[in-house]
């Protein structure tokens, strides 16, 4: 079906996946969040965002009055699910994991990790659960084609918060290695751009996480004590809007430090 030129905001990845981008960008969301329109005939909507009414028509423009089987979440933080109500209201019930909709307060159907939904066309999405960003966080996988939906487990650019307490360095770790056995085609991160060699950028990903834990230990046993001093040893020279992110991750760093 022809649904007319595509706005800036929106890119298209193959038949079977749209990106349209939120008018949210900023220090922890880069250009915007990404809203993914999946499938070809039997459509699910993954994170539909801010509360935006010009979002969501660009999302109705790709959908094109395809049927939704259901709208998505890869996890609660409100730039991915501020929209969830009027997303339920025009499109589909709500799926996510249990942890989600919990925290949400709304109604929905769970997901269980490993849990797969049929979009016709001999395409499925399997959720797949990838704590580590926050307790709830799941990514998805669209299969056959092995295009791997991070939400904000890994980012197109730079490195993703660890939100302390609710998110974790091990866990963190542990569902990186997890996506890597996956030897996924495409990352299509919640924020930023397209990752084509994947593999590669996870192992990547890895790599930075387990020197950054290294940079921590250095900075403690070299004097450094508060927050300010570790950040400052770690991170150099860090824009005043990267300060509370930075601090919150470096929480996480800490308390590995202490379970290891």
Not at 230 to 257: F, K
Request: hydrophobic fraction near 40%; glycine fraction near 8%.
């Amino acid at each position: 079906m022809n649904r007319g030129p595509i706005p800036p905001h929106v890119v298209r990845h193959g038949a079977a996946v749209t990106a349209v981008r939120a008018d949210n960008p900023g220090a922890l969301t880069l250009t915007g969040t990404q809203t993914y329109v999946i499938g070809t005939s039997r459509l699910v909507i993954l994170d539909p965002g801010p509360r935006d009414d010009t979002h969501l028509v660009r999302v109705d423009r790709v959908i094109g009055g395809r049927p939704v089987a259901a709208v998505c979440f890869t996890h609660a933080h409100r730039d991915h699910t501020a929209a969830a109500q009027e997303a339920a209201a025009r499109w589909a019930k709500l799926r996510a994991s249990a942890e989600t909709l919990s925290r949400l307060e709304r109604e929905g159907r769970p997901l269980a990790d490993g849990e797969k939904i049929a979009l016709g066309g001999g395409l499925q999405l399997r959720a797949l659960a990838t704590p580590g960003h926050s307790a709830d966080h799941v990514c998805y996988l669209l299969e056959p084609d092995r295009i791997l939906f991070t939400g904000d487990l890994v980012l197109g650019e730079g490195s993703t918060m660890i939100v302390h307490p609710d998110g974790s360095v091990r866990a963190y770790l542990e569902s990186l290695a997890r996506l890597t056995a996956l030897r996924p085609t495409l990352l299509l991160p919640g924020h930023g751009s397209a990752v084509e060699r994947a593999p590669a950028y996870l192992d990547a990903c890895r790599a930075h996480r387990i020197e950054r834990v290294a940079q921590v230990s250095r900075a403690r046993k070299s004097g450094a004590r508060s927050l300010q001093q570790i950040r400052e040893a770690v991170y150099g020279d860090l824009p005043a809007s990267h300060h509370q992110a930075a601090e919150v991750t470096l929480r996480a760093y800490l308390a590995y430090l202490e379970e290891s």
